[in-house]
Nanobody, 122 residues
Framework: QVQLVESGGGLVQPGGSLRLSCAASGSIFSINAMGWYRQGPGNQRDLVASITSGGRLNYADSAKDRFTISRDNAKNTVSLQMNSLKPEDTALYYC????????????????WGKGTLVTVSS
C-alpha cells in the first residue's frame, strides 16, 4: 500500500499564505499524478491542483494565479504554496496520488491522505 501524510495546515488571516506538504511512502512502484483536493463544509471534494510525473500542471480556476503546486519525484513529495488566501479557501485539504504499489504494479489506483485543515479567518 501507499501512505500519504499531509502537513502545513492551520489558521491564517485573509490575504495570508500557507504551504502544504505531502509525503508518500510505503510499497511504491510508481506515482503518476499527485495533487491536492479540498472539501469545505457541506461541499463535495474538488480538485485544487495536480501535477504529473512529467510536470504537467492542472489548476482549478479558483486556484489559478494564487496557488502553486510543485513536486519532487525523487522524494515522492508534493507541495502546494497558497497565497492571497480568502475565507472561501477554508476547507480540509487532501493529498492525492495516482500510483502503483509493488503489490500490484500493473494496476494504478488513487490513494488519499487523511487531510489537513486550512482555516482562513480574521
Amino acid at each position: 500500500q501507499v501512505q500519504l501524510v499531509e502537513s502545513g495546515g492551520g489558521l491564517v488571516q485573509p490575504g495570508g499564505s500557507l504551504r502544504l506538504s505531502c509525503a508518500a511512502s510505503g510499497s511504491i512502484f510508481s506515482i503518476n499524478a499527485m495533487g491536492w483536493y479540498r472539501q469545505g463544509p457541506g461541499n463535495q471534494r474538488d480538485l485544487v491542483a495536480s501535477i504529473t510525473s512529467g510536470g504537467r500542471l492542472n489548476y482549478a480556476d479558483s486556484a489559478k494565479d494564487r496557488f502553486t503546486i510543485s513536486r519532487d519525484n525523487a522524494k515522492n513529495t508534493v507541495s502546494l504554496q497558497m497565497n492571497s488566501l480568502k475565507p472561501e479557501d477554508t476547507a480540509l485539504y487532501y493529498c492525492n496520488a495516482h500510483a502503483r504499489s509493488t503489490w500490484a504494479p500493473h494496476s494504478a489506483m488513487d490513494y488519499w491522505g487523511k487531510g489537513t485543515l486550512v482555516t482562513v479567518s480574521s
